[in-house]
């Protein structure tokens, strides 16, 4: 039996027992154990309110460190009750297994439906996809910034973990705007951090992709 056989044997994300709820205490805990919480859109619209409130112009890079340092913790968490669940690294799973573990984790959290291009992973460049992403799904006002700059951060905090390097991510299509799907591009913080300083409002994604192509792989 073959290493995906065994660890597709089990599925750490059954439904009936990925999420149990303790009647007496209130409380949401994944299987392993960790605690889980529900937030309703008007919570979160109101948090951003808040910090536009408090941080103004920064409130964008604000929400993408807070998302990038959580979603480093959040992925030291999740490699390793992967690695107890199926009792093998997480961070030598498949390629093919691995997004699928990530993908099911987003679809569990109530974060959307991830998809993941690696389509020019050999220019240092991942693509991704997510349909329902928070933000861009429920905050109906007009803002300055990317509406799911947490999640690019979150993305770029997870990937990092897992690729064992620093990274960054940028928001280059937003749902907000009328499309199907809210879309991120995952490279280098540096090659990142070009496109941000050219800007992406209102630039089309294959734009500001073939942008991030030309700067060079690193």
């Known amino acids: 039996m073959s290493i995906t056989d065994e660890l597709q044997f089990k599925n750490y994300y059954l439904e009936r027992l990925y999420i149990t709820a303790n009647v007496e205490t209130g409380v949401l805990y994944n299987r392993a154990g960790r605690r889980m919480l529900a937030l309703t859109n008007d919570f979160l619209i109101g948090l951003h309110r808040a910090l536009e409130k408090e941080c103004g112009s920064k409130t964008e890079q604000v929400l993408h460190r807070c998302g990038k340092r959580w979603g480093r913790d959040f992925g030291k968490g999740m490699d390793a009750e992967w690695t107890l669940f199926y009792e093998h690294p997480a961070r030598e799973f498949p390629v093919a297994f691995f997004q699928s573990l990530l993908i099911q984790e987003f679809g569990q959290n109530g ?108």
Not at 185 to 194: D, F, K, V
């Open 111 to 218: 974060w959307g439906l991830l998809d993941l291009d690696y389509q020019y992973f050999d220019k240092g460049v991942i693509q991704l996809s997510l349909q329902g992403a928070i933000m861009s799904d429920i905050y109906r006002d007009d803002i300055t910034y990317s509406a799911d700059a947490l999640t690019a951060g979150i993305l770029a905090g997870l990937f990092s973990h897992f690729l064992g390097r620093d990274v960054d991510c940028v928001q280059s299509q937003c749902a907000k705007q009328g499309h199907s799907s809210s879309l991120f591009l995952l490279s280098s913080p540096e090659r990142i951090a070009t496109i941000r300083d050219q800007g992406v409002d209102g630039k089309a994604h294959a734009n500001i992709l073939n942008t991030l192509l030309e700067t060079g792989a690193n």
